[in-house]
């Protein structure tokens, strides 16, 4: 949450066109308080209080951003932002190539991501695949507070919109150093966590503590390979494939559910690329095909260390 506030600053005291909108950003600081502090230092004309008007936000943003200015736009949940589909996919992912790139749309929708807060229904999804299956937008999601503030720099940065996917589950439960001056980290960009030669586990987002910690539990029963994919689109494939060469067997982590996944495209990039590689079937690790349930059976829902070690083994035993 730091970090992101951070990268937040930095860009607006750089940059005057850089503003920011949304449900309660301004003087209540959003609802995790990730704004917190910044309308007092810019005021109303760049930290802007909206009303509860999702379809708004989005269409009043990218209509700034075709003017020449940089919005940063939150949702407060994620579950709330599937009324944007029909802007992000009809005029925000296509309005470079409808002008022949005379026109650019340089916004930054921030979304906060996931389940894990026990909060109320819609409050708790994971939406990404609607977001990479939309030609023209960029998603990122960062797994913790360095990369979270190097990548939402770069995002504002972008010329074209990017969907910027903060787990909320670890708004605060993640402590690292963060230098104070300012950074980027390319949006085509994966990094291999852990390195290993026994098994690749991929995930992003909130997935890789919880990966770090099922890899932990396992006492180096294996030598296991942790890839955080950071960008979800354009995917750095080339990391994950050289990777999946190396160890021959694959298991993937998701919170979404399991059904059209982001999981399912990458392994179907696994066996076009990386078939022969392959010492056993890449196995899943994912939320169910149901809607996220409510506070007391979320744990239940989310994968975790136990699942995770189960698919682990079950690539290793084929």
């Excluded at 940089?70 to 992000?88: H, I, N, R, Y």
């Excluded at 991501?113 to 026990?118: C, D, E, P, Y």
């Excluded at 963060?178 to 852990?194: A, F, K, M």
């Amino acid at each position: 949450m730091q970090a992101i506030n951070l990268a937040l600053k930095q860009e607006m005291e750089k940059d005057e066109t850089v503003i920011i909108l949304g449900e309660d950003v301004g003087k209540n600081g959003g609802v995790f308080r990730v704004t917190e502090g910044l309308w007092q230092q810019f005021g109303d004309n760049r930290v802007i209080d909206t009303p509860l008007a999702e379809v708004g936000i989005i269409s009043v943003s990218i209509g700034l951003a075709i003017a020449g200015m940089k919005p940063v736009a939150e949702v407060q949940f994620d579950g709330f932002s599937l009324p944007m589909l029909d802007q992000l996919y009809n005029h925000a992912g296509r309005m470079r190539k409808r002008s022949q790139g005379r026109w650019h749309v340089p916004l930054t929708l921030r979304v906060p991501h996931g389940g894990g807060i026990r909060a109320l229904e819609h409050h708790s999804e994971s939406v990404e695949a609607f977001f990479t299956h939309i030609p023209g937008i960029k998603v990122v999601t960062p797994s913790g507070p360095y990369n979270a503030k190097g990548l939402l720099i770069s995002s504002i940065r972008d010329p074209d919109p990017v969907v910027f996917l903060e787990p909320k589950r670890i708004y605060r439960a993640i402590k690292e150093e963060v230098p104070e001056e300012e950074y980027t980290i390319p949006l085509l960009n994966s990094q291999v966590v852990q390195e290993g030669s026994d098994v690749t586990v991929i995930g992003w987002g909130a997935m890789i503590k919880t990966i770090k910690e099922a890899v932990e539990q396992l006492q180096g029963k294996y030598s296991v390979e942790i890839v955080d994919l950071l960008t979800l689109y354009p995917l750095d494939e080339k990391t994950v494939i050289d990777s999946v060469k190396k160890t021959g067997r694959c298991v993937i982590v998701q919170e979404a559910p399991k059904t059209c996944g982001f999981a399912a495209e990458l392994i179907a990039r696994i066996n076009e690329k990386a078939l022969l590689s392959l010492e056993a079937p890449v196995q899943r690790v994912t939320g169910y095909d149901i809607p996220v349930p409510l506070p007391k059976l979320e744990n239940y829902y989310i994968p975790d260390v136990t699942r995770i070690n189960k698919a682990i083994e079950n690539v290793m035993s084929f």
